[in-house]
C-alpha cells in the first residue's frame, strides 16, 4: 500500500515547480504526496478529494518554494492533522450562515456548535472497546470480576486501584494478551499496547525499533523511521542515530516504548503507567499526548495510581471497587 | 518576528484571514508574509493552509488559480458575501473583546 522507494509518478494537473524547484525536484515530492493521499483515503477520504488535496498541498508546498515535508511534517501525520482541522470547523461559533456546509464535531468533549449527522471522516464516539462481565481467576483466588467498560473513539478511559488489584492484568486483556477467565471482550482491530515496562530490545537503536515494530505493521522503514522520530519529538526527545537501547535512561526507554505503541496509528492506545522516570516536563508533555490523542478520535485505556491525572479523563474504573 | 502564544492568533487567525482577503485576493505565502510583516505572527504552513481549507469548505472564501511569474500556479482566495457577513460579526466580536482586556488591563496599571 505504501511506496517503499519514490516512485517515477509526476502528479497531474498541478504542473510541478517549473523554475523556483525546491529541493530534490518532483522525486521526493511526489512521494510525499502519495503517502499523504494514502492516509487521506484510509481515514475514509473520497478517492477524488484525497487527489485533490494531495495535488493543492504539493503545489502549496511549492509556492513556499519548500519541500512538503519542511513545511508539513511527515506526509501520514500532516493528513491527520488536517482531516481533524476540517472536521472541527463547525466548532467556530459563527451560526450566521446556516447554509454553509457544518460538519459535526469529531469530540463528544468538546461543546458542539451545530448539530447534524457526521460527514466527517471519524465517526464520533464509535466504540472501540467493549468489556463485559470480564473476571480473572488464577486458581481459586479471584482477582476482579464482573468488570464492564465502553470506552468510544474521543475518550480517555483511566483504570486505577492499589497494587495488585490487577490493573495491568486487566489490561492485557484489553489487547488480548491474557484470556479472561468470564466475559467477553471486543475491540478494534487496529490496537497500540504500551507496557509497564520493557517491551524494548537492548541490543537495538531506537531507530532499528522503529524499522522492526513498522514492518510488524506493515509500515514501510523509511515512514517508519519518520514517525518514531517525530513522535519523539513531541515527547522531547531526540532519538541518536547509534545509541544502543541498553544504554539508554529508565526514562527514555519509557518514551520509545510510548512511541512504539503509537507507531502504526491505532484507534485505541492502552499504556499501562507509561510514564515511570519521566521527569516534570515530560510526564505533563505526555498527559498533553494523550489529549491530542483524544481531540483526534482515538480512544485511550490508561492504567494509573496517580489520582491527581484523572481530571483529564472521561471516566475512571476503580478495579480495586468491583473486586 | 513575533511570536505569540498560540492560542492568541488560534481563535482569530479566520478573522486575520478574512479581513486581509477583503482588502485584496492573496494566495497561500502571501497571506503569510503579510501575517508576519503585520507583527502578528509566523504562522507555520501547517497551521495556515487547513485554515484556508477550512474557510473555503464553509462557503466564506472562493478560490481561483492564477498563474505565477516564477514557478507553479497559484490559488488565490477572494472573500465570498457570506464571508464578508462572518467577517463583520467577528470583526464585532473582536473589539467587544479586545475593548474588554483593554479595559481590565488598563483599571489597575499605576499611571
Known sequence: ?323 | MVTPPRPWLHGFLDLCLLAMLRERPDYGYGLAQRLAAAGVADVPGGTLYPALLRLEQQGWVEPSWHPSESGPRRKYYAVTESGQATLNAQAAEWHRFRDGIDQLVAAGAPR
Not at chain 1, 531526540?238 to 512511541?259: A, E, I, W
Open chain 1, 1 to 323: 500500500m505504501t511506496p517503499d522507494s519514490p516512485r517515477p509518478n509526476p502528479h497531474g494537473g498541478a504542473g510541478p515547480s517549473g523554475g523556483a524547484g525546491p529541493s530534490g525536484g518532483a522525486g521526493p515530492a511526489s512521494g510525499w504526496a502519495d503517502r499523504f493521499a494514502d492516509e487521506l483515503l484510509r481515514l475514509g477520504v473520497q478517492p477524488p478529494r484525497a487527489r485533490r488535496l494531495a495535488e493543492e498541498t504539493t503545489q502549496q508546498a511549492a509556492e513556499c518554494a519548500t519541500a512538503p515535508d519542511a513545511l508539513f511534517g511527515p506526509a501520514h501525520l500532516y493528513a491527520r492533522h488536517l482531516i481533524t482541522e476540517l472536521n472541527t470547523a463547525a466548532l467556530n461559533p459563527t451560526a450566521l450562515n446556516p447554509t454553509a456546509f457544518n460538519p459535526t464535531a469529531l469530540n463528544p468533549a468538546v461543546p458542539k456548535a451545530g448539530a447534524g449527522p457526521s460527514g466527517g471522516a471519524i465517526d464520533p464516539g464509535d466504540v472501540r472497546l467493549r468489556l463485559t462481565g470480564v473476571g480473572k481467576r488464577y486458581r481459586r483466588r479471584t482477582i476482579f470480576a464482573g468488570v464492564n467498560l465502553t470506552v468510544r473513539a474521543g475518550e480517555v478511559a483511566a483504570i486505577v486501584g492499589a497494587n495488585g488489584c490487577g490493573k495491568s492484568t486487566l489490561l492485557r486483556i484489553c489487547a488480548s494478551l491474557t484470556r479472561p477467565s468470564s466475559g467477553t471482550v471486543q475491540r478494534t482491530r487496529r490496537v497500540g499496547f504500551v507496557p509497564q515496562d520493557g517491551g524494548t530490545a537492548g541490543w537495538l537503536t531506537a531507530d532499528e525499533h522503529f524499522t522492526l515494530f513498522g514492518a510488524a505493521a506493515g509500515v514501510a522503514p523509511r515512514r517508519a523511521r519518520s514517525t518514531g522520530e517525530h513522535l519523539a519529538g513531541r515527547l522531547a526527545w531526540r532519538p541518536s542515530r547509534d545509541q544502543l537501547t541498553q544504554h539508554l535512561s529508565g526514562g527514555t526507554r519509557q518514551k520509545l516504548n510510548l512511541v512504539l505503541g503509537e507507531l502504526h496509528s491505532p484507534d485505541l492506545l492502552l499504556l499501562d503507567e507509561p510514564y515511570q522516570g519521566f521527569d516534570q516536563g515530560t510526564y505533563l508533555s505526555f498527559w498533553q499526548q494523550i489529549l491530542a490523542w483524544r481531540d483526534a478520535g482515538k480512544a485511550v485505556v490508561v492504567v494509573t495510581h496517580l489520582l491527581h491525572d484523572l481530571q483529564h479523563v472521561n471516566q475512571v474504573h476503580d478495579l480495586g471497587a468491583t473486586a
